[in-house]
Each structure stands twice: as C-alpha cells, then as structure tokens.
C-alpha cells in the first residue's frame, strides 16, 4: 500500500515524500522492544508504522538538487501511530555513484522526536538517482520509503576577493613585483552561480613556468576552507616576467596573474669541494696518489641560485715548494662552478686557494667578492711509523683454543706525516702467528679491516714442551705460592696467545723541528729494521737469541729489501740508520737522509681462551683449600695456560648457611689480551655459630663452565663470652 503524509516541521517548509509500508509477515510471536527492529504491534500488521522524509538544502529549502556547493539534509522521522520512535536505527541507501550518504555506515538512530538526520553529497557521477529510507521490523519485511533527485555539476569560478568585490579569472597578488629572491602571497577565492563563497573544499592547481624550469617555488596544488586558499611564492634564480595560472580541478574555472621579478646579480662565491684533498709531492705520485688537485667554487646570488658566465680569478695562500695554479681564471659553467686546478711543489705543505670574483653592489658600485678553499694538503701521501694503528673487534676470543670458524675483525687505521688519512686505496698486508687471517685490505677514509679465524695451528710446530701452563711452572708472583692461576706472568712460550701483524709501504717518523715540511739533517726519526712478528712478545726480533732461549724460535720477518736476511736498516760503517721517506729532500737524497720507502707496522696479540681453572689465596700468597668467617681473600681465575676469561664469560659467587659475602666484589671481566689471571677480591662473613657453610664460585667460558666450593669454616666471635 502507498501512502501520501504531510507534517509541519520547525524547518521553512517540507519536500514532498513517498511512503511505502509493507505489513510484517507472520502472527503471535511477540519480540524485542530493543533498537534495531520495530515490534509488530498489531499482530502481524505494521501498517501503524511509517516513514516522513524530509529533503531540503542548506538553507531548509525543499529541492530536488544536489551540488558540491550545495549539499542537501534528508531527514526521516518514524512514527508509530501517533507517537515517535525513539532509538530506532533507520539506513539510508542510494540506486547509483551519483549520490553520497554521510554517514558513511548508512545508519543513523532516531532522536526524541523520531528524526535520524543524514547529508547527501555529490558522488563521482552526475545524473538522477533514487534514495531509500529503511527501518527493519521484528518477523516481517522492512519498512521503506523513497524519493528521487539529481546531482549537478556545480557553476564554480574561481578568482579573487577585493575587499567585498569578487574578479573572477584573475589571482590575487600581495605584490607583483619581486627581488630576485623575493616572495609574494597569492590568494584565491571560488564561487558558485550566486556569487557566494563555496561551501565544499575545492582543489586548485597551480602553475608557472618558473617553477617548472626549477628557478621558483611554488605549491602544486592548495584546497579551499570557506570557499578561499592562499599560497605563497618565492623567486629562487628566476628573471623577468612569469605568468601563473590557477586552475579549478571541479569544473576548470581558471584564473591568472604575471610576476615581474628582477634578474638575479652575483651575490656570493663559495667554496664547494677539493679533490682529492691531499696530493702527493711532485715527482712521487701515482696510480693512487694524484699530484694535481680539482678545487671547485659555486657563483650565486642571493638566494643561492648558481650564475653561469660570471669570471672568476683564482690565487694560492702559499706558493712554497713550486706549489702552482694550472689556471688562474675561469668563466662559471652552466651550473656555476668555477674550478681551479691546483699543482703540487716539492715541499709538504698546506695551502688554500683564494676565489675572487668582481661585481657591483645594489647601486651599481664596483664591489669584489671572494672566499677562500679548505685546506688543502700537499704530503707524501704516504703512511708514517707513528700514524699507524691496529684495533681488534674482540681481543679475547672463548673457545678458539680448540674450535674452528670462530672471527674477530682486525682493523689497520693510518695517516701521513700530517696525521691526515692516507689516500683512500692504499694497501695494507697482514700475516697471523696462530689461526687464519685475510691477506691485505685497501683503506677508505684511512682504515680498513680483515677477518681473523680460529683454527690450527694454535701451538709452536717445534718446541711445544716450552708452553707454559698453570700445572706447570710455579708462579713468579710473591702473591701465589705453587702452582694454578696466576696473577702475574708466567713468562714465553706462553700458550693460546696469537700475534697479528700489518704491513704497508710508509716513511719513518721524524720530528719537524723547523716546520719546514721535509726531514733536515740532525733531526730526530724514528729507524726502523724489517718488520716481524713477535712470537714472544719481547719486542726484538729474536730467532736464535741464545740455545738457553728458545722461545722466539719462529719468529718470522718481512725481507722488505729483497737481500735474504733481517736488515737492521743501519751504516756498518757508523752504526747509524738514515732518515727513509719522501720527505727527504732532493739534495739530502744519498747523502744525510734516503728517498727509498720502508715497511711501516704495528701488531697486537688475540687470546684464545680455553676453559677455566679457580683458586682462592690469601692476602699472605698462599693458596686456600677452604675460607673463614671473616676473611678477606682473592679469587684468580684462568684458562690452563693462565689468559683470563673472556668478556663474554658469566661468574657466579654465592654463599650457604652462616658464610655471607659482604663486599661488592667484581665479576665482570673486561675484553682484554693482558698476561695472567683474572683476579676477585672477596670478604666473607659469620655468626661465629657452630656449622659453618660453604662458599662457591661458578664460571662459564664459551662452553666450558667450572665450578668450585670451599668450606667455610666457623670462627668464633672473640667478643663473644
């Protein structure tokens, strides 16, 4: 059955409306009274109740129009015979794309009056389309009522508000005419059919060609609050006149405006790079170190923008040695570089280059603008004895005393006479006494690194009965009397401890006495024999010492100088070395100093810690086979051949019954490749109570993990009667 209603409404007047009411199927039943279906009241017929729908537009007119700059309200009121439905939920749906409901669930809930309120936009199509109101009823079909209407495209300008005056197709400018890095405010306004600001946020694209070429700023788009944008503009290299448009992106109204802005003038020189930064001397350089370097200037003006075309005059802070300018002019290139190509001498030294550039001011007086370069370095480029460094990612290494593949990272740091990094490339050769290690690295930014790995050999090929170990050798140490850890050393051939070495062609150091940048005669340096690798860790090198000494046996040397044998480097006549590096002058070369190179070194030692052994000892050195009530005493802890734990080792005291540890004492081991035992130092106490306890230590090394417990005898209290 449809039916016809009419009511009065608070609002200017009501939209004619179409109800449809179809009766509830089924009878009897009863049902819930709650919000989401109305009860069949009558017993299977739903005809007392109905749908209103109410269509009006922004201003409580009826229509039958939807637009972007219009939107509509559809109000349903449910009713059940006379009287509102409260709480009752009624959806909303349209037949199309072409209108949209808010909000987006479809759903709303009716008020005191009966009324659930929905918006009605515009969807993405335009066209005719029909709404439907529903509400669900209890054991029956839905209640439903319908109305028709139509979405519009809107008749939306876009331009400017002067004051109360809208000009359509033109943009507002707070100024039109700007620096050459100035900016200026632009606004916006867009207006329907009525001359009324729009309702609905509206998008504006905006264009210029300055902003395509990269010489503005500018946003590519702004969005309407109220019907009005703003947006802001800013010259960043642009000159003369650039137009921009604004074009409305629903219904494409478009508006102009033209922005006259002044050519851009040299404002600044600046420094940008220098590559490389160092070069070798003249005479010395190579595939890796370059005796020419590419200093390069930027032109801009005010806003930073480059200028090409402009001249600009190079000079050198210092011209020392023969350090000279392969050009001392240039013409800025399309990106406003100015480069000056600088050429080393042969004297170390540092030196900037000077840019200068000649322009006018704002009121067209002569003005000269420069600046100058970082410093540039003109060296050896090679690494000196002193400026070359080796570091270990981990230095104690638990369980590479007997397992394979376990790594640490070695890493070799170098600089030149300067302490400057040494050119990025430059080779740096390693060689291990135990385990493997990867053959050389090239550095970048002076250091590079290499692997080192845990396997055979661990131990001396020959000689293995000089390893010292804990059960072994008494300690040398007043503290400790016999045999187990040690807090002191134990003396070569010490066990599980491997000696890393690297290489690389370098100078010796010598001090500068006069700041002149090459090595003069009498100067102090550093000499330097062919590098080895130190088995036993005396600094010498020490082959066949003595048949009583046997314990640098292995050692190795690198034959830098090709000739069969250990080379100390020094005049058989005079016993004297000579200073070795570039840095000897050309008229000392052979004569006071040599220009022939050296093998620059430094080397560490890894520990391959291996399980753990525990004593405990008095402050008189003895070793303890049990601890009292307040005593104070030292824990050393170590690995068979007396390297402490490794610093990923875990140490546990604990205490039972009357024993109590009354310090804080430190368990936590540090990384380290020190020689000897890793020491605790302890305090216990009692209540002098017959019984006792015991006291207990527990460590973990890699997978080994050792425990050890001593009586904890009583001791009377002396204070105690």
């Known amino acids: 059955m449809i039916t016809w209603f009419a009511r009065n409404f608070s609002r200017l007047s009501v939209a004619f409306i179409t109800v449809l009411t179809l009766a509830a199927c089924g009878g009897g039943g009863g049902g819930s009274d709650g919000p989401n279906f109305l009860p069949d009241r009558d017993g299977g017929n739903a005809n007392n109740i109905r749908l209103l729908l109410e269509f009006v537009d922004s201003l409580g007119n009826p229509t039958d129009t939807v637009t972007t700059a219009n939107p509509a309200t559809l109000t349903v009121t449910v009713t059940e015979g006379p009287n509102p439905s409260v709480g009752t939920i009624v959806s909303a749906v349209t037949t199309s794309a072409v209108g949209l409901i808010l909000p987006e669930s479809g759903t709303a ?7 659930a309120v929905f918006q009605v936009l515009p969807g993405p199509n335009f066209g005719a389309t029909e709404l439907r109101a529903s509400v669900e009823v209890e054991g029956g079909e839905p209640i439903v009522a319908s109305l028709t ?54 998008d504006i694209i905006l264009r210029s060609q300055c902003v395509v070429d990269g010489l503005a700023t500018l946003p590519e788009m702004v969005t309407t609050a109220n019907g009005r944008a703003t947006a802001t503009y800013t010259a960043t290299g642009c000159g003369g006149d650039d137009q921009i448009s604004a074009t409305l992106v629903n219904g494409g109204s478009q508006a102009f405006a033209s922005i006259n802005i002044a050519s851009p003038q040299v404002n ?19 595939s890796a170190r370059q005796e020419t370097s590419e200093v390069v200037f ?68 002569p003005l000269n603008l420069s600046t100058i370069s970082d410093v540039l370095i003109i060296s050896s480029g090679l690494p000196d004895q002193n ?45 291990t006494e135990y385990g493997s290690i990867g053959s050389s690295c090239t550095t970048t ?58 290489t690389a062609i370098g100078e010796e150091f010598f001090v500068d006495a006069n700041g002149n940048g090459v090595y003069d005669e009498n100067e102090e340096f550093e000499n330097l024999a062919e590098a080895f690798i130190d088995h036993n860790e005396d600094g010498e090198y020490t082959p066949v010492a003595s048949p009583n000494d046997l314990t640098g046996s292995e050692e190795t040397f690198v034959d830098f100088n090709g000739d069969g044998v250990f080379s100390q480097n020094v005049d058989p006549n005079t016993g004297r070395g000579v200073y070795n590096g570039i840095l000897c002058p050309l008229v ?28 405990a000892v ?32 875990s140490i546990g005291l604990s205490t039972s019954d009357d024993c109590e540890i009354v310090n804080n004492p430190v368990t936590s081991v540090a990384d380290t490749n020190a020689i000897g035992a890793f020491g605790i130092f302890v305090q216990i106490q009692g209540d002098g109570d017959v019984g006792g306890g015991s006291f207990t230590v527990t460590a973990e090394n890699g997978n080994f993990t050792t425990s050890r417990t001593f009586p904890c005898i009583t001791v009377p209290d002396p204070n105690v009667p």
């Not at 809930?109 to 009324?115: F, I």
């Not at 600044?268 to 190579?286: K, Y």
């Not at 050393?489 to 690297?502: A, N």
């Open 109 to 115: 809930l009716t008020d005191a009056n009966g009324e």
């Open 149 to 202: 209407f139509r979405v519009e495209r809107p008749d939306l300008r876009v331009g400017y508000f002067n004051g109360n005056t809208f000009i359509e197709g033109e943009i507002g400018l707070l100024t039109d005419s700007l620096s050459s890095s100035g900016s200026t405010l632009l606004r916006l306004a867009v207006v329907d059919s009525n001359g009324n600001e729009a309702t609905t946020a509206e």
């Open 445 to 502: 930014d002076g250091s590079c690194s290499v692997v080192w790995t845990s396997q055979e050999p661990r131990f001396p090929t020959f000689n293995q009965n000089l390893v010292r170990d804990i059960n072994s050798t008494n300690c040398p140490s007043s503290l400790v009397n016999g045999t187990g850890p040690c807090p002191g050393d134990l003396g070569p051939i010490r066990g599980r401890r491997s000696t890393i070495l690297v």
């Open 618 to 649: 008095n402050s008189a050195g003895s070793k303890l086979s049990s601890v009292s009530e307040n005593q104070s005493f030292t824990l050393y802890l170590s690995d068979f051949y007396n390297n402490p734990p490794a610093a990923s080792a």
């Open 298 to 365: 930027l032109v801009a003006d005010g806003s930073g923008a480059p200028l090409s075309g402009q001249v600009v005059d190079f000079s050198l802070s210092t011209g020392i040695g023969g350090v000279a300018l392969l050009n001392s002019s240039t013409v800025s290139d399309p990106m406003g570089q100015a480069i000056a190509q600088v050429t080393a001498g042969d004297v170390a030294t540092p030196v900037r280059v000077i840019a200068s550039i000649e322009t006018t001011d704002n009121n067209g007086n």
């Open 588 to 615: 000392g070369d052979g004569i006071f100093c040599s220009r022939e190179l050296v093998n620059v070194r430094a080397s560490g030692t890894i520990v391959m810690s291996e399980g753990l052994s525990i004593i």
């Open 268 to 286: 600044a020189i600046n420094f940008v790079s220098a590559t490389p930064e160092l070069i070798a001397l003249r005479g010395t350089g190579g």
């Open 387 to 431: 400026s070359i460094s080796l570091s270990f990612e981990t230095l104690n290494i638990a369980g590479a005393g007997s397992t394979d593949g376990l790594t640490t990272n070695v890493t070799v740091r170098m600089a030149d006479k300067f302490n400057n990094p040494v050119p990025d490339g430059t080779s740096a050769l390693f060689s």
